[in-house]
């Protein structure tokens, strides 16, 4: 019954914005359990997760969750959070803030900084282990802030490689109606966390050869039909020379 009233809420959902992110939030309660210690969101706005929660509530087992913003007269309230922060992931990272935090989260925000790599870094740079990121594959460019970049899995582990940490967990939902997100783990402990290195949805293994956005596009039945009519002369045609080299041979 609670299957069928996800695919319910999933067709009546807006495709473009509410899917890909009631998809991030159940990857997010995967896994957000096994973590403790000092949890931080960062850029997390007021920390909802558009679904009638907030994310502190998903990491049940944090001893602190923090939250950052950009800046008090953008998007964050000043005041109104328990423990908010202001930081510029484009700035050097302030030195008590460098492993400050056991756990470092963050949602749809990369894409909207142009200068990627330092936000990156600071992101790594935040964590004693931990590193929680999603970010757009497949999205129409948004957000009057700006928006510069969509991500690979294979850019998303030579993030973390390049700052010190080991990618541990990938997913994506790979749908052709949808935008997708990638979902995405990285520690500097990776033996700590076998657990969520073996789950059932990684492709973590897959990532070389396994293309993401492949469904986005689909070519027309025409296509369809004039490829595989095309292959099927092709393969009789190798055939008919086969044989015959056969026959000379004889």
Not at 72 to 99: A, C, M, V, W
Not at 184 to 197: Q, V
Request: hydrophobic share 35%.
């Amino acid at each position: 019954m609670s299957y069928n009233l996800g695919i319910l809420k999933t067709l009546l959902c807006d495709r473009k914005f509410r899917v890909p992110r009631m998809w991030s939030n159940n990857e997010l309660k995967k896994f957000a359990h096994l973590f403790s210690g000092r949890v931080i969101n960062v850029s997390g706005w007021k920390d909802i997760d558009k679904e009638g929660s907030r994310y502190k509530d998903y990491f049940v087992n944090a001893e602190e969750y923090w939250i950052s913003n950009y800046k008090s007269e953008y998007r964050g309230f000043q005041g109104t959070l328990e423990n908010e922060i202001f930081l510029d992931l484009t700035q050097p990272l302030p030195k008590e803030l460098r492993h400050k935090f056991d756990v470092v989260f963050n949602h749809t925000t990369l894409e909207h900084i142009f200068d990627v790599f330092t936000a990156f870094k600071n992101l790594c740079e935040l964590s004693k282990d931990i590193v929680i990121i999603v970010v757009p594959f497949i999205q129409e460019q948004h957000a009057d802030y700006g928006d510069y970049w969509r991500f690979t899995p294979l850019a998303i582990r030579e993030l973390f490689k390049r700052n010190g940490l080991e990618l541990i967990y990938i997913n994506f939902n790979d749908w052709s109606n949808s935008s997708i997100y990638i979902f995405a783990i990285g520690s500097r402990h990776p033996d700590k966390w076998e657990k969520i290195r073996n789950h059932p949805d990684n492709k973590l293994n897959y990532i070389d050869n396994y293309f993401v956005g492949t469904k986005i596009i689909r070519n027309s039945i025409l296509y369809n039909i004039f490829t595989i009519t095309k292959n099927c002369l092709q393969y009789l045609k190798n055939l008919r020379y086969k044989i015959k080299m056969r026959n000379v041979k004889r």
